[in-house]
T-cell receptor, first 114, second 111 residues
Framework: ETGVTQTPRHLVMGMTNKKSLKCEQHLGHNAMYWYKQSAKKPLELMFVYSLEERVENNSVPSRFSPECPNSSHLFLHLHTLQPEDSALYLC?????????????FGEGSWLTVV | QKEVEQNSGPLSVPEGAIASLNCTYSDRGSQSFFWYRQYSGKSPELIMSIYSNGDKEDGRFTAQLNKASQYVSLLIRDSQPSDSATYLCAVWETGRRALTFGSGTRLQVQP
């Protein structure tokens, strides 16, 4: 069990659905991240929030919409996704500026778009 | 975006041998480097970090950093079948304020 909790662990959604992924960190960190991991591809950074302010969106399609209401919670809102968006979505957190910016991952949310 | 390069493998070693995993990075200004292990179907877990040139040892693991050559490596001594996983090299990018990952090297330890 890690200090970063993601729900749901598995999600199947149609292309016209709207769903959200939730992440909560219990480590007292000040930065949170969404990464995407597709088969045969490196981990891709999607969004960074530091002190609840978005730092990077990395040219992610607008069908992915992040929300960070406080330093412990992070959401990824999903709408009108495509089958190629099926992947493992990883939330992570770090204490930016200390411990060399070590990032700790949650267990991930497996997303299948049908 | 800066690049982190790893050989995808698989790297196959016999049980008890030393496994050597390598990584190169493009950002000469990078200061923080990490190795993560990822079992199939699981999320990455941190093995160790390294910030200074030279070696850093933690149990059976040794990370090596050479900033002049932009090269990071991970040695696993006395490899066990339970070490079979994908090993991800990651570099902190100050501009992005996040880690950039390599594609990972798959390690297979043969009993």
């Amino acid at each position: 069990e890690t200090g970063v909790t993601q729900t749901p662990r598995h999600l199947v959604m149609g292309m016209t659905n709207k769903k959200s992924l939730k992440c909560e960190q219990h480590l007292g960190h000040n930065a949170m991240y969404w990464y995407k991991q597709s088969a045969k591809k490196p981990l891709e950074l999607m969004f960074v929030y530091s002190l609840e302010e978005r730092v990077e969106n990395n040219s992610v399609p607008s069908r992915f919409s992040p929300e960070c209401p406080n330093s412990s919670h992070l959401f990824l809102h999903l709408h009108t996704l495509q089958p190629e968006d099926s992947a493992l979505y990883l939330c992570a957190s770090s204490q930016e500026g200390s411990s060399g910016n070590t990032i700790y991952f949650g267990e991930g949310s497996w997303l299948t778009v049908v | 975006q800066k690049e982190v390069e790893q050989n995808s493998g698989p790297l196959s070693v016999p049980e008890g041998a030393i496994a050597s995993l390598n990584c190169t990075y493009s950002d000469r200004g990078s200061q923080s480097f990490f190795w993560y292990r990822q079992y199939s179907g699981k999320s990455p877990e941190l093995i160790m970090s390294i910030y200074s040139n030279g070696d850093k040892e933690d149990g059976r693991f040794t990370a090596q950093l050479n900033k002049a050559s932009q090269y990071v490596s991970l040695l696993i001594r006395d490899s066990q079948p339970s070490d079979s996983a994908t090993y991800l090299c990651a570099v902190w990018e100050t501009g992005r304020r996040a880690l950039t990952f390599g594609s990972g090297t798959r390690l297979q330890v043969q009993p």
